[in-house]
């Protein structure tokens, strides 16, 4: 009943059995909210991430960080996008996840931004462009990364960004053309 002893038990279990332990408690929380999942959000992600799970482990981890960042929880969504990010990145195929991995660093990286870690939001969106293949998105990147450096203060850093961003685009006429424009 202490979280003492708790601990001491919990320390003291084989790695094997402590995936099945957490893989059964993952499954009792998926039967008894069944229907209602995001209600469990949480509690699935953590006992999911420490299984090999690993489809599990990522849909709950992107459930639970989207709860989260709905709750204007940042450090919390960016602890469950992080996790699912980790089971991606050592996926076997890395190559189909590679959207997927993308979309979960921008969601990391716009939230670090908002938070005022600018450092990190430019480490983490520099590492979603070297993933990204459409130029719409690339060049959507590219004026985050103005934003962010404008911010800092660094205006000709913003107007480089914004350049790679109208090169991604190669003179199109849409959307993301005009919103470097604005920025």
Same mark, same amino acid.
């Given at each position: 009943?202490?979280?003492?002893? &708790?601990?001491?038990?919990? =320390?003291? +279990?084989?790695?094997?059995?402590?995936?099945?332990?957490?893989?059964?408690?993952?499954?009792?929380?998926?039967? $008894?909210?069944?229907?209602?999942?995001?209600?469990? $959000?949480?509690?699935? #992600?953590?006992?999911?991430?420490?299984?090999?799970?690993?489809?599990?482990?990522? &849909?709950?981890? +992107?459930? #639970?960080?989207?709860? @989260?960042?709905?709750? *204007?929880?940042?450090?919390?969504a960016m602890a469950f996008? &992080?996790?699912? /990010?980790?089971?991606?990145?050592?996926?076997?195929? #890395?190559?189909?996840?590679?959207?997927?991995? @993308?979309? /979960? %660093?921008?969601?990391? @990286?716009?939230?670090? @931004? /908002?938070?005022?870690?600018?450092?990190?939001?430019?480490?983490?969106?520099?590492?979603? /462009?070297?993933?990204?293949?459409?130029?719409?998105?690339?060049?959507?990147?590219? &004026?985050?990364?103005?934003? +962010?450096?404008? =911010?800092?203060?660094? *205006?000709? #850093?913003?107007?480089?960004?914004?350049? $790679? %961003?109208?090169a991604e685009l190669a %003179?199109?006429?849409?959307?993301?053309?005009?919103?470097? +424009?604005?920025?």
């Open positions: 009943s202490h979280s003492f002893y &708790r601990g001491a038990i919990y =320390n003291n +279990i084989v790695p094997r059995w402590k995936g099945v332990y957490h893989k059964g408690l993952g499954e009792h929380y998926e039967r $008894a909210y069944d229907g209602k999942l995001d209600e469990a $959000a949480y509690e699935l #992600a953590r006992h999911y991430s420490m299984t090999s799970e690993k489809p599990k482990a990522v &849909r709950y981890g +992107i459930m #639970a960080g989207e709860k @989260a960042e709905a709750a *204007y929880a940042a450090e919390q996008y &992080r996790g699912a /990010l980790m089971v991606l990145k050592s996926s076997p195929k #890395a190559s189909e996840t590679d959207e997927r991995t @993308a979309e /979960l %660093g921008r969601r990391v @990286a716009d939230l670090l @931004a /908002l938070s005022g870690d600018y450092d990190g939001a430019m480490k983490e969106y520099g590492e979603v /462009l070297a993933l990204v293949r459409d130029p719409d998105a690339r060049a959507r990147i590219h &004026r985050l990364m103005a934003t +962010i450096v404008s =911010n800092k203060g660094d *205006y000709g #850093a913003a107007l480089a960004s914004i350049d $790679a %961003g109208k %003179g199109a006429q849409n959307a993301e053309m005009g919103r470097l +424009i604005n920025a």
